[in-house]
């Protein structure tokens, strides 16, 4: 059972670490919130009464703060930054590191939610086929 407990603290911290190595790819309030809570060792309720937001949002927030940076196809994305177009790229970084919806996507390039998907597509395809 204690090398099990081992394993699981390794996999734990191993885990930490390169949520740490990668906050900084993150900015603003996002960043701000997963150092405090990565590092500082923040509460949900003390990042909370910070923000002005539930805990509920914090936690929420954080959640999907740290998959999107541990899943590494952002990551990916920079690996291949040379076979990918600047618009390409921005889209990659919307969504894979800000995790912006489609929709919100397309108004900001100026795209329709179409041409977004397509370009995700392409850019999994890119990801995927290293």
């Known amino acids: 059972m204690s090398e099990k407990l081992a394993q699981l603290k390794r996999v734990s911290r191993n885990r930490l670490d390169l949520l740490q190595s990668r906050v900084n790819l993150l900015g603003g309030e996002d960043r701000l919130l997963l150092t405090m809570y990565l590092e500082k060792g923040s509460s949900f309720r003390q990042l909370a009464r910070l923000t002005g937001l539930s805990d509920t949002i914090i936690a929420r927030r954080i959640y999907k703060l ?11 994305c920079l690996r291949n930054r040379c076979r990918l177009t600047d618009a390409e790229f921005a889209i990659a970084k919307d969504r894979f590191l800000r995790g912006l919806p489609i929709k919100k996507i397309a108004e900001k390039h100026e795209l329709t939610v179409y041409g977004v998907r397509r370009r995700l597509e392409h850019i999994k395809e890119i990801i995927t086929n290293i």
Not at 66 to 76: E, N, P
């Open 66 to 76: 740290t998959k999107r940076l541990a899943d590494g196809q952002y990551i990916a």
